[in-house]
Nanobody, 124 residues
Framework: QVQLVESGGGLVQAGGSLKLSCEAS????????LAWFRQAPGSERLFVGG????????DYGDSVKGRFTVSRDNAKNNLYLQMNALKPEDTAVYYC?????????????????WGQGTQVTVSS
């Protein structure tokens, strides 16, 4: 079992920045890929970015490349998402997810454990 708890969401103006955190716990966390997904009302859950345990594999969704950065601190069992140059279309509930594996994958169905989500709202 892996437990994931997100924090750091909130309201921010367009062009601003926000940093999300995900506190993780579990037996096999050291081998897990951790990723962020987001879901806007009436839309499917979309891949935002992910990182493997060693940090040598990262991937980002096309709409956030160059603006968002995923990082992790294995000593603290934390995953982070630094979001810069935020746009109103980034408004969504952001979820932290975990899967066993060596490389980051973009398919939500492959992730075994999920957090409860944190709301990010970007005003224009």
């Amino acid at each position: 079992q892996v437990q994931l708890v997100e924090s750091g969401g909130g309201l921010v103006q367009a062009g601003g920045s926000l940093k999300l955190s995900c506190e993780a716990s579990g037996d096999t966390l050291s081998r897990d890929v951790l990723a962020w997904f987001r879901q806007a009302p009436g839309s499917e859950r979309l891949f935002v970015g992910g990182i493997n345990w060693s940090g040598d594999d990262t991937d980002y969704g096309d709409s956030v490349k160059g603006r968002f950065t995923v990082s992790r601190d294995n000593a603290k069992n934390n995953l982070y998402l630094q979001m810069n140059a935020l746009k109103p279309e980034d408004t969504a509930v952001y979820y932290c997810a975990s899967m066993q594996g060596l490389v980051v994958l973009r398919t939500a169905a492959l992730y075994d454990f999920w957090g409860q989500g944190t709301q990010v709202t970007v005003s224009s």
